[in-house]
């Protein structure tokens, strides 16, 4: 699913309680394949919305922890 989609489309939503509310909230995760061919996340990450900021923030954050 996720492989076919293109950075264009607006990432998966999931359901949160924020402050007695339910709301959607944009979630996206990455996965990384270590040599062995095991996966594993290396990040997740849900906020308000999909947009440029969120997805730099979330790339930001990996770099920082030496994944970039």
Same mark, same amino acid.
């Given at each position: 699913?996720?492989?076919?989609?293109?950075?264009?489309?607006?990432?998966?939503?999931?359901?949160?309680?924020?402050?007695?509310?339910?709301?959607?909230? =944009? #979630?996206?995760? $990455?996965?990384?394949? &270590?040599?062995?061919?095991? %996966?594993?996340?290396?990040?997740?990450?849900?906020?308000?919305?999909?947009? =440029? #900021?969120?997805? $730099?923030?979330?790339? &930001?954050?990996?770099?920082? %922890?030496?994944?970039?």
């Amino acid at each position: 699913m996720v492989r076919s989609r293109t950075c264009s489309q607006t990432p998966p939503t999931s359901k949160a309680r924020v402050q007695g509310r339910v709301v959607l909230r =944009a #979630v996206i995760i $990455a996965r990384g394949i &270590r040599q062995d061919g095991a %996966r594993e996340v290396l990040g997740l990450r849900a906020g308000d919305s999909g947009n =440029a #900021v969120f997805w $730099a923030e979330f790339f &930001r954050s990996l770099k920082e %922890r030496g994944l970039g």
